[in-house]
């Protein structure tokens, strides 16, 4: 068994698998050594009575991230769309937000918008609030994600959508759609995998989600490897298959290269 | 088909007219348009085809003016010089699809239509290829094919083989031939003398932005009458065997 590859060949599958057991027995080591220079002994048995209360905040992350997914996309696109529109004050509005947002840290969104806007403007339902904030956050991302794939349109298709006869609305649908979709598809999949993880900073306002609920357990028994852990594990129950549909997605409309 | 142009100007946001007062009248079944590069060539065809506004003057085919309405869109099949098949569709689609929802064709008849100029074209085997996966010359063959397909009254040609190799060249421009025996009326611009002058009846030399010579291609190629087409002529047969 090697621990080596060739970047040519395929890796064969019995050395694949010797190797990933390898990096295991290292991982795992490496967390061994740093548990018992701390000296703790790992004992996730006081969780199972949680479960319940776990379940909920696990259900609470997967709804706000889901909610958010939706309402970002939609500022999303319309951000884009004003941003290569013709309204001039829509256009730099656009370009501002989306400066704005991306420029500053989702922590101090969150207390900004939570406290001033919230407080000013009566939304005091702390899971709106967490929605709005999250889809607020992520639409400037997902606006320059669906600009990139604009600009990225390739001039003659559209002429040639035009050359065959389609009306505006055929060039729109049959045309420009399909091949925007294809092109934005896997980066949106990978960014409602951020959004589930940027979801854990609501915590922040008390929004009592997956972070949330495992802060307040760890607080409570002050069992922080067991919880941080947990934690770890249940995010990246979400975020992996997205990933992976991400990928799969990727290489389903790679024909573009 | 009489194509009738009068007084067409074309101006890219108001610097100098690219096109400038161009007059046509005649009829037209096989026209080869040529001159150097950026000379307007592309610009002439595109208003043509309705891709583009004209900025001034007329222009009309059997009678009815040339717009960017669909109505006219429809009637002209217009090929690329490269990158004008659907990338996210395959060959097959790519011809079925103009078919199905411009044309009014059912899907069968749409299907039996492509393979029958697929096959004729010996492109049946591509069919299902998406165009990534089509060498150049089988592209073009196929975005020929996608043009023809529902029977236009013009077909325009914008360099169809300058992209591509000697070989393919021939490959397209031999379809090309093949359908001006059936009476398929085309205007190409194109480089290729040898094309223009054996497979064009008639010849048009674009020239800072006017006809500055049309005729009978053997006529204009055998006896040019400006000193502009003389060198165009010379420079591009330098190299030539
Ligand atoms: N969309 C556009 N905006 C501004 N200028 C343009 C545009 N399209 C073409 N032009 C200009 O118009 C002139 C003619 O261009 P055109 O593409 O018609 O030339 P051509 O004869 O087809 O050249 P070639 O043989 O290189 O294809 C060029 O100077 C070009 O820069
Ligand atoms: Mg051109």
Same mark, same amino acid.
């Given at each position: 068994m090697s621990i080596f590859t060739s970047y040519s060949e395929k890796t064969h599958p019995f050395k694949a698998t010797f190797n990933l057991v390898l990096m295991s027995l290292l991982i795992t080591a490496l967390f061994w050594l740093a548990l018992s220079l701390v000296g703790v002994r790992l004992n996730f048995s006081f969780l199972a009575p949680l479960s319940g209360r776990i379940f909920d905040g696990y259900l609470m992350t997967v709804c706000l991230s889901a909610a958010s997914f939706f309402i970002s996309l939609l500022l999303g696109v319309a951000c884009a769309a004003m941003q290569s529109g013709k309204i001039l004050v829509l256009r730099y509005f656009a370009k501002l937000y989306v400066i704005a947002i991306r420029g500053t840290p989702l922590i101090m969104q969150v207390y900004l918008f939570f406290y001033l806007m919230g407080t000013a403007y009566g939304i005091t339902n702390r899971f709106i609030c967490g929605v709005l904030i999250l889809s607020l956050f992520e639409g400037a991302y997902i606006a320059e994600i669906v600009r990139g794939s604009l600009l990225s349109m390739d001039g003659t298709q559209l002429e040639a959508a035009k050359a065959v006869g389609f009306t505006k609305k055929q060039q729109l649908a049959l045309v420009v759609l399909p091949q925007l979709l294809a092109r934005t598809l896997p980066a949106l999949t990978g960014q409602f995998a951020s959004m589930i993880k940027d979801s854990s900073l609501l915590c922040m306002i008390a929004l009592i989600e997956l972070t949330q609920t495992l802060r307040e357990i760890s607080a409570m028994n002050f069992k922080m490897f067991e919880c941080y852990m947990l934690l770890g594990v249940l995010y990246l129950s979400l975020t992996l298959p997205i990933t992976y549909a991400s990928k799969r997605l990727e290489q389903r409309f790679d024909y573009e290269a | 088909m009489r194509l009738e142009i009068n007084g067409l100007v074309k101006a890219f946001d108001g610097k100098t007219a690219v096109l400038d007062y161009v007059n046509f009248n005649d009829d037209v079944d096989t026209l080869a348009l040529i001159g150097r590069s950026g000379c307007g060539k592309s610009t002439l065809l595109r208003i043509l085809g309705g891709l583009i506004p004209a900025s001034g003057g007329t222009v009309c085919l059997d009678g009815e003016p040339v717009s960017e309405d669909e109505r006219h869109r429809k009637k002209i099949g217009f090929v690329f @010089? @490269? =990158? =004008? !098949?659907?990338?996210? !569709?395959s060959a097959l689609d790519n011809i079925t699809l103009p078919l199905v929802k411009v044309h009014g064709f059912s899907k069968s008849k749409a299907q039996e239509r492509a393979f029958e100029l697929l096959d004729r074209f010996g492109l049946a085997g591509e069919a299902g290829k998406k165009p990534s996966q089509l060498s150049g010359g089988q592209k073009q063959r196929i975005a020929i094919a996608r043009a023809v397909a529902p029977k236009p009254r013009m077909l325009l040609l914008d360099e169809p083989t300058s992209a591509l190799d000697p070989e393919y060249t021939t490959e397209v421009l031999d379809m090309i031939r093949e359908l001006k025996d059936e009476k398929l009326s085309f205007i190409i611009a194109t480089h290729e003398m040898g094309f223009a002058l054996h497979a064009c009846e008639k010849m048009v030399f674009l020239y800072d932005g006017k006809i500055a010579e049309y005729g009978e291609s053997r006529e204009v190629f055998a006896n040019p009458k400006t000193s502009e087409l003389k060198e165009f002529l010379s420079k591009i047969l330098e190299w030539k065997v």
């Open positions: - | @010089q @490269q =990158g =004008g !098949l659907f990338s996210h !569709l």
